[in-house]
C-alpha cells in the first residue's frame, strides 16, 4: 500500500504494453456506519469494539500475475488504524500469496510481527500483548511443477517467549513436508529452554552476604525421514533424536572487614557447586548400515573448585546414526526462510548449556609497564579488520564469523598435547625456532616537517610448508638472565647523510626513548622489556591475568607438554616453548566467491541486499547446497573445522583425569598462530595511529608494544632542509636493507650467521596509492529503499608487474582502508563519511590431490566477503523511508583507498545509487 514498494515496469521496444490493475479493501469486525451511504462519523467509530481488521492489497498484472498482500489487526477498529501511525504500521499479521501463470508458481506466507500494537478496542491484557510480541508464527506454501513444499515454522521458527522476573521461557518448533520428483521429506522439531536466576546480597558494613542461584533447563526433540524416488535404498533415510540438559549452580559469599588502627582484617568465604547433567539419544536407518542407535549421557559435579564427572556412551550400530544424520542434515537448511540451526541439546558438545563453544582467539592490546606493584591495564578487546602483508590475516576462530573479537585468557589457559607437526621443508629442531624475515612498513607522518616512520614486522610463511617465526624468544629459568640484546639490525648501506635515523624505544623497555642512529653506522641493537608487567583485560574489564612479558610471550609458540602432578597445569608462564606453531592456515591461490552477486537473478536481487545486513554471509540469500560459497562458508563456521589441523577437522576435546572435556583448553598450535596474529594486528593499528595523531602518541610510546618491543624507526630531514629524497634512496637501494639477527633459543647468545634472515621494504613509493592508483573492477551495485550495496574488486594497472613478489602486485596487501563519502544529490540529507575494510573467511578443505603415500593433501581457501560495501542508512529512521517518492532518492559514493602509508589514491571510485 506504500508507492516505494510498486516499481514503474516499461515494456521493451516492440513489446506489448504492461499494465497492472491494483485495488485496495479494508475489512472491519464491526462498523459505526449502518449503510455504506451513510457517512463515517468518527465520534461513533473512536469508542467501538472491533475484535479484527484486515487490509488487503490485490493486484493484476498482464503477464497473469495475480497477487494478494494483506495485514491483520487484533482489537482495532477503524478510528486507531487511521489515526494512530504506530498501530497502522505494525500489524500483528502479515501475508501475501502469488500466483504466476507464466513461471507455473503459487506461493503463499503468513506471518506474525514481533513489533505489533493493538488498538485496545476492546483493550488487550498487557500479559497478552507481551506473550504475542515475544511469539513468533510463519507459514509458507510453494507449488510448482516437480514440487509441493509446506513448512510450519521450519526449523525453530514457531517460537513462543515468556520472561517473568527471574523466569524466562522460550519454546520453538516447527514442521516440514516436501513432495518433489526426487523425494518425499517429513520432518518436526522442538525444542524448549528455560532459565531461573536469583540473586540476594546483605550488607551490614562489617558483615555481609551474597546468594546467587541458576538452574538451566534444555529439552529437544526432533526428526527427519526421507524417502528417496531414485536410488531409494542408497539416499533414503531417517534420523532422530532427543536431549535434555539441566544444569544448576549454587553460590554462597561471605565476607568481614574489620579495621583496628593501623590495621585491616578481610576474610572472604565462599561455597560454590555447580551441577551439570547431559543426555541424549539419537537412532538413525541408513542402507546399507540399516537401523543402529547412539545413547550419551554427562554427570559433572563441581564443588569448591575440584570436579567429579562421569560419561556414559552405549552405541548399537552407531555408524548407521551418522550416515542417517548426514543424509537429512541438509532439509534442516532448505526451508525458505533461512535460520541457524541449533542441535538438540545434548547431541553436540559444544552447545551444551557448559559448554561455552570453541575457544576465541587471543589478545592483542598489551599494556606493559615497568616492573611495580601498580601495573597499568589496557583492553585488548579488538576486531580483526582483514589482514595485510604488514598485519597477516587473523585466522577465523573454528565456529566463528569473520569479525574476531581477542580474548586475552585463551592462549593462557593450559597445555595440550600439540600433536604431529605438518611436514616442513626444514624438520623443526625442539628448542630452537625459525628466525623469520622482516618487512619494513612505511608510514607517513602529519608532523610539521616530511616524516617518515617505520616498522618492522616479521613476515608471515608464504606458504604452509614454510616454517613460522616470531620475535626474538623469551628467555629461559624464572626468573630468568636478562641477555644483554635481543636483536642486530645489520645494514648492507649504512645510514647516509642527509636525514636523521632515530630508534623510537620506550623509555619503559629500557631503550631510553628517541635515540639517533648516526650516519655511517653499520648495525644497531636493541633488546625487549622481558621483565616488563603484562597486565590484560576481557570485554567486561574485569582483569584476568598479570605477570612479565618474557611469561606471556612463551604462549605464542607451541609448549613442551607437562603436568603437573593431579593432573593440574603449571602456573601463568611456568611452561617451556618447544616448537613454532605449524602455519596450516596460510591461505593458498584458490578463492570461491559468490558468483549470483555478479550475476544476480530476480529472485535473489533484494534478498541479496537485505540479507548482508545480518551477518557476513547474507541469510536471506538463501542458502544453495549447489553453489561452492555457501557450501564452504557453511563448513567453515561450523565448530567442528578448525584451520589449524593437517585435516580442516577441531581437534577431539582433551579429556582430564575424570574423562571430562576441559573446554577452557585450545588447540595449541591454534593459540600460538593466533596471539602472534592478534600482536601484529595491534602493533600495525597503534603504528598507524601514531603516525597520523601526534596527540596520541605520549600514551602509545608508553604503552604499545611496538614500542616496547623497539620496532619503530623514525626518519626525518636535517635543520634547514624539507625534502626526504635521500632516506628513500637509501631504503630503496637495490642492496635492500641488510639482515636481521636475533636470539632463536632461550638462550642469551643472538643466532648464528646461517640463521640471520634478510630485511625488506614492503610498500616502495612506486607501490604507494598516490603514484601508483589501483582501478575498481567488476563494480556491482544493489539498491533497496533500505539498502545500497556496492561490490568490486582492487586491481593495479597490469604493468610493472614484480613476478619475484606477487604480494607488491596485490592493492589488498597495501591497502589500510577505503574512505567512503555518501552525498544526497536531489535533496538535503547531511553528507556522511565512513572508514571500510572487510574481512575473509578461512577453509580448509581437500584439495582433489594425493600425497606419495595416496592420502588426501588439504589446502586453505579464502571466502571473500559478499560485498565490499553495504550501506544501510542506519542515520536514517523508517519514517525517512516511507517518505521516499516514486522516484526515489539520489546518491554519490565517492570510495577512496587509503595505502598502508597513509596516501590516498588519485583514482578513486565513483558511483551514483537510487532509493526507491
Known sequence: SKRNAWRVDLENEGEDPRWTVALRALFAGASAQASPFSGYKPTSEAPLPCVYLMDLVLAV????????AGRAWLNTNYHDFHNTPKV????????????????SRFLANLSSNPQAEFGDHPPVPEFIKTLLRGSRFTA??????????????WPNQLQANLNMGPLTVQVRAGQIMRLSTRELVIGQSFLARGKLELKAEFSAGFFGAGLYALADVAYGIRYIGVLAFEDTSRNSAFYGAVGLDIRVKLEIRFWLRIKLGFFKISINLNLAIDLQFTAALQVGISFPEVAGALGTATV???????????????????????????????????GLEAEDVEAIPGTDRNESLGGGGPPPTPGSALALTPEGPAPTVANVSITVPGGSALGPTSAPIPGGPATVVANATTAVAGVVPAGPLMSAAVAPTPGVFHVPDYYVGIAQGTDDVPTLYLLLVPRSPMSPEELDGFLAVPPRDNP?????????????????????????????????????IASGVTNHT????????????????????????????????????????????????????????????????????????????????????????????????????NSPYDRNLREACRVTTSVYTPEGKAPPPVLDQNNQPMLDRPDPHQAASELRSSLVQAMTRDFFEYASTPTARPKLEAESAAFQYGLVFKITPLAGQNSLEKAHEWLESLSGLGTMRQRNTPEEALCGDADKSVMRLFNRRKEWFSNRPPEFARVRKFE?????????????????????????????????????????????DPSVTFPLKTAEVLHRVDSGKKDAGGKPIFHTIRLPSRFQMVDHFADQNAEDVAALTANGKLYLYTITPIDVAGNASTRPLSIVAQRF
Open 61 to 68: 498484472r498482464s503477464d497473469l500475475t495475480f497477487f494478494m
Open 140 to 153: 509458507t506454501l510453494l507449488i510448482e511443477p516437480g514440487l509441493l513444499h509446506y513448512e510450519l515454522g
Open 300 to 334: 559433572s559435579l563441581r564443588v569448591m573448585g575440584r570436579r567429579l564427572g562421569f560419561n556414559v556412551r552405549v552405541g548399537i550400530n552407531d555408524g548407521a546414526v551418522e550416515a542417517a544424520k548426514l543424509k537429512t542434515e541438509r532439509f534442516l537448511h532448505i
Open 526 to 625: 636493541w633488546k625487549m622489556p622481558w621483565l616488563n608487567v603484562v597486565s590484560a583485560t576481557t570485554e567486561n574489564e574485569s582483569a584476568e591475568q598479570s605477570g612479565k612479558l618474557y611469561q606471556f610471550l612463551r604462549y605464542a609458540y607451541v609448549p613442551k607438554l607437562f603436568e603437573l602432578p593431579g593432573g593440574n597445569d603449571p602456573d601463568f608462564g611456568q611452561i617451556e616453548p618447544e616448537f613454532d606453531p605449524a602455519p596450516r592456515w596460510i591461505p593458498g591461490d584458490t578463492t570461491i566467491e559468490d558468483s549470483r552477486v555478479a550475476n544476480p537473478t530476480t529472485a535473489a536481487f533484494e534478498a541479496a541486499v537485505r540479507g548482508a545486513a545480518e551477518q557476513y554471509a547474507a541469510p536471506y540469500f538463501k542458502f544453495d547446497p
Open 480 to 516: 630468568p638472565t636478562i641477555p644483554d640484546k635481543d636483536f642486530e639490525w645489520t645494514f648492507s648501506n649504512a645510514p647516509r647523510d642527509g636525514f636523521l635515523f632515530s630508534h623510537l624505544q620506550s623509555s619503559h623497555s629500557g631503550g631510553g626513548g628517541h635515540t639517533r
Open 784 to 828: 533497496h529503499a533500505n539498502t545500497v550495496a556496492i561490490d568490486w574488486r582492487l586491481e593495479f594497472p597490469h604493468q610493472d608487474l614484480d613476478p619475484n613478489n606477487p604480494l607488491r602486485d596485490d592493492p589488498e596487501h597495501h591497502l589500510r582502508h577505503y574512505v567512503v563519502r555518501r552525498e544526497h544529490l536531489d535533496g538535503n
Open 88 to 103: 497502522k504500521d505494525a500489524p500483528l499479521l502479515n501475508g501475501f500469496m502469488m500466483l504466476s501463470v507464466r513461471q
